[in-house]
DNA sequence: ACATCGCGTAAGTAGTGACTTACGGTAAGT
DNA sequence: ACTTACCGTAAGTCACTACTTACGCGATGT
């Protein structure tokens, strides 16, 4: 149940674009929020909603806190989405063949 | 940008859980909605949100729709966790040793 | 001690979206 | 032709949520 969370949170474009930046490495608020198109409290917020996910976590440094991204969140999502993946793919493809098989039958 | 609209659409719960309905293979609007909490126009709603996202087809099949995952937006969807796998990971790790580090320095 | 920096939280607001009922339209069955 | 089954769409409502400003707290610097 923990990929529910992770996706809800990495729904939202700002804070997916939040999340996106600490692929870069660990970051602190204000460095994160600079150059963003909302106020520092909603990324401050966003960051709340993305480590009760499990997508980050923080480190205190002095008065500054850093965040960086936590691989739980991210496994969990990857785990879940795998469940779909090869069962999909085998799904799609017989479908496939079904529909080529229809088309034959649909010649004059 | 075609995961943004993909894990806008997994993000709320019941059209997960439609989504999901889907893993077990192909499945009409009917059959989908028949023991969920919600009505059969809600559950519509769901698939049109899921097929603009790339995560389901349908197939006309006489009077019904039979609907079923497309792996394309699941493969995107991948393909964007699959950027930040092994780079958070790497980080991550470094993230303990630092800690590990200072704790050492904090001892009396 | 005081000022400043960096951040989280509270409260309030506007906008989005998930749901309902009602309706219309197509395909099959009698 | 008439009914029935199956589904998509329209319109309207309610709850949630992303954002803002205002405030408070701890840490650093002078």
């Known amino acids: 149940m923990a990929y529910g969370t992770a996706l809800t949170a990495l729904a939202d474009p700002t804070r997916r674009r939040v999340f996106e930046r600490l692929r870069s490495g660990p970051k602190a608020v204000g460095a994160i929020a600079r150059g963003m198109p909302v106020s520092r409290p909603a990324v401050s917020q966003h960051l709340k909603v993305l480590k009760k996910a499990g997508l980050v976590t923080d480190r205190q440094e002095g ?4 965040y960086y991204i936590d691989p739980q969140g ?9 469940q779909f993946w090869d069962q999909a793919l085998a799904a799609f493809q017989a479908e496939m063949e079904r529909r080529a098989n229809n088309e034959k ?4």
């Open 105 to 108: 039958d649909e010649e004059i």
């Open 63 to 66: 008065t500054r806190r850093v």
């Open 74 to 82: 991210l496994g969990a999502l990857r785990a879940w989405l795998d």
